[in-house]
């Protein structure tokens, strides 16, 4: 029996999404993980796609921002058209950008749940791989992605008052401790063990990163040394709170060292 096509249209719904993932199913096809700003995050199946033919294809590309025509499915949802709203095309033709925006979007992945809508941090992820695309201060904008991915996670690291004793932090080495999610005053952290040391610089820079605009952040001068310092210990603490490793900063890892002009020594 034909459907009508109204029937059909019914079963149609649009919707506008960063691809995350894709995995590759079965001969042609791939299953795609969506970040929706209304919907969260959604797994899709495109058929078809690994052929050469296939219109689709070059718009589901990861961290890409696309428009899609989906069909309900009795399983998994189909995608039936895609059209690219932002290929963020620099990043794309940029190994070293590439990898970057690989690890947002795994971040994205990784501190969202399947249909679970979280529309500010979709839109800081958008917005990440916007500044990752004009190329400027691109690990400060991975920081800062960082920081607010945490805040919106409910992981927000305190970086203001000591965790135990809520005193204001005086500008001298303090500790911050990934289990109690966020920093202790020397009388409280030193020596305690598990607590990672926080020079003041490192400090200084942890809050500026929560509290200022990115207009701001994009403007900082920061010596190497503390930038890698405080890469080293977000990522420490984001794989602490995700109770798992992530994929993407072994490859960013493997990249600077092949490209040491890429290492926080010499960007900011
Ligand atoms: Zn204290």
């Not at 005086?170 to 409280?188: K, T």
């Amino acid at each position: 029996m034909e459907e009508t096509a109204q029937a059909r249209r019914q079963r149609l719904y649009r919707l506008q999404g960063i691809i995350l993932r894709r995995r590759d199913l079965g001969e042609a096809d791939r299953l795609l993980t969506v970040f929706t700003r209304d919907r969260g995050k959604l797994n899709l199946l495109a058929k078809g796609v690994r052929r050469a033919a296939s219109r689709k294809a070059g718009h589901i590309e990861p961290f890409t921002y696309t428009d899609l025509l989906v069909a309900k499915g009795a399983n998994l949802d189909l995608v039936t058209q895609a059209e690219t709203i932002e290929p963020h095309r620099r990043v794309r033709e940029d190994l070293w950008l590439s990898s970057l925006a690989y690890y947002v979007v795994e971040l994205a992945d990784a501190f969202t749940q399947d249909e679970d809508p979280n529309a500010l941090l979709f839109d800081w992820t958008l917005e990440t791989l916007r500044r990752l695309d004009a190329g400027t201060a691109t690990n400060l904008a991975v920081r800062y992605y960082e920081l607010h991915a945490l805040d919106l996670a409910g992981y927000q690291p305190q970086f203001f008052h000591c965790v135990q004793c809520n005193k204001s932090l005086a500008p001298e080495v303090n500790f911050l401790s990934l289990e109690r999610g966020g920093c202790l005053c020397p009388p409280h952290g030193a020596n305690v063990a598990g607590t990672i040391a926080l020079p003041v610089d490192v400090l200084k820079v942890f809050r500026y990163l929560q509290r200022y605009p990115w207009e701001q952040i994009a403007a900082l001068q920061l010596r190497p040394d503390v930038l890698a310092q405080v890469e080293s210990i977000l990522a420490r603490y984001i794989v602490f709170h995700l109770e798992r490793g992530l994929r993407a900063p072994v490859f960013v890892d493997r990249l600077r060292r092949a490209f040491p002009e890429h290492a926080p020594e010499a960007q900011g």
